[in-house]
Structures are given as structure tokens and as C-alpha cells.
């Protein structure tokens, strides 16, 4: 009989932490990592100086933060504006600025989104987000999950900016485990960008194609104009 695998709430955590490297590094143009030792908290904070939680909840429910220095989160928001083409003289110059905080919100979304689809595909699982909250703040504030949990964990990850600045995201949900009965295969997730970029892709060549069979018909006509035929 084969060994089931089974999947651990730390397994979790890693994909969490992939979809934060993963969206980050893709929005921002560069390299962001996270630390290979992961700390076990007794209890998720958000801390200064901006920081956001998502609630999650389905197939196991939880709670995600994550918490910006000011350093982190305007090379973060200045290295995405900039890769969106914002001009210089367009961009906030203060961690403060409601700017910053929606463009640090939109990101939290996008993250959160690409984990629940890893979920969906890796686990045969659903769960569902709430709307980012994401704030400034210049004082500790605790925050809970508002429900019942039997064996209760909480991880805190350590992630480096391209410049080397910190930022944390903690993780709190209940002690669960996913056991594979046995083998399936995982879809490959479909992105609409990339479904967009192809077609047009596509289109291009198409065109490239049929301009270039009207010029070689021009050519033709112009040398049997020049043979008088």
C-alpha cells in the first residue's frame, strides 16, 4: 500500500509566501524573497508602519497581515508605479498618502487571489477572501480571527525588498492537514493576460502575413506592367 502525502498547515504557508514573492516581484520589476526560517507567534499583530489584513475562510479559514516599514512599502509602490508607467512627478513621496495604501491594498488583492487559485488547484479546495484592509498605522494593533479554532498556529515570515528593506506577513489558522488518497493532476492555471497577449500575438502575425502577400502580389503586377502583359 502506498504512503499517502500529506499536506501540512506550514505547506500552506509556503505557497502564501510564493504568491507574495511571485505577484510582488511581477508588479514591482524586482527580486522580492523571503527568509527560510519561519517563526511560530502566539498571536498576529498588525504593526507600523502600514499594515493589512484578509480574512479567509471555506475549505479551512484564517487570517493574513501583512506589515510594511515605510521603506519597504514606497520602494514597493514606487518600483509598480513606475513599471505602469506613472511619471516621476506623479508619485507620493510619503507612506502616509492614501495613494500608497490603495496601490499596497490592490497588491494585498492580487496576492491573496493567486493563493486561493493555488488552493483550488493543488488542495481541491475553495475558499473565499474578504476585501483588503490595509491602513497606516503608528501603533501596535492585535487582530484575531472572529471564530472558533481548535488547535489554533500562527507563522511569521520574513520578506527582503530588492533594496533590502523588511517587510513581515503573518499567518494565523487552525492545525489542519490535507492527505492525497491518491495521485491527480494539477491544471495549469489560466491567465487572462496571457490568453489576451496570445490573441494578439496571433492577430499580428495573421496581418504580418496578409500584408506580406499583398506586396509580393504588387510586386507581381508591377512586373508584368513593366513586360506589358
Known amino acids: 500500500m502506498s504512503k499517502s502525502k500529506v499536506i501540512s498547515t506550514d505547506d500552506i504557508l509556503a505557497t502564501l509566501c510564493h504568491s507574495v514573492t511571485s505577484v510582488l516581484s511581477s508588479a514591482s520589476g524586482n527580486s522580492i524573497s523571503y527568509s527560510a526560517m519561519v517563526q511560530k507567534i502566539t498571536r498576529t499583530c498588525m504593526r507600523p508602519d502600514i499594515g493589512c489584513f484578509v480574512l479567509f475562510d471555506g475549505g479551512f479559514t484564517g487570517l493574513v497581515i501583512t506589515n510594511f516599514t515605510s521603506q519597504a512599502a514606497m520602494e514597493i509602490y514606487h518600483d509598480y508605479m513606475r513599471n505602469m508607467g506613472m511619471p516621476e512627478e506623479e508619485l507620493a513621496h510619503s507612506h502616509l498618502s492614501d495613494d500608497v495604501s490603495n496601490v499596497l491594498g490592490e497588491l494585498m488583492n492580487q496576492i491573496v ?6 488552493v483550488r488547484e493543488q488542495l481541491h479546495t475553495s475558499i473565499t477572501q474578504n476585501q483588503p484592509k490595509m491602513m497606516a498605522i503608528n ?10 479554532m481548535d488547535r489554533p498556529q500562527a507563522r ?3 520578506f527582503t525588498t530588492s533594496k533590502q528593506n523588511i517587510f513581515y ?6 492545525k489542519t492537514e490535507f492527505i492525497k488518497l491518491h495521485d491527480f493532476d494539477i491544471a495549469e492555471a489560466i491567465d487572462p493576460d496571457d490568453i489576451i497577449e496570445n490573441e494578439a500575438k496571433h492577430k499580428a502575425e495573421k496581418q504580418k502575413a496578409a500584408d506580406d502577400a499583398a506586396k509580393a502580389s504588387d510586386l507581381d503586377d508591377d512586373f508584368m506592367a513593366e513586360l506589358g502583359l
Open 156 to 158: 511569521r515570515v520574513t
Open 139 to 148: 501603533k501596535q494593533v492585535q487582530i484575531s480571527v472572529d471564530t472558533t
Open 113 to 118: 487571489g493567486d493563493f486561493t487559485s493555488k
Open 169 to 174: 506577513l503573518e499567518l494565523a489558522m487552525d
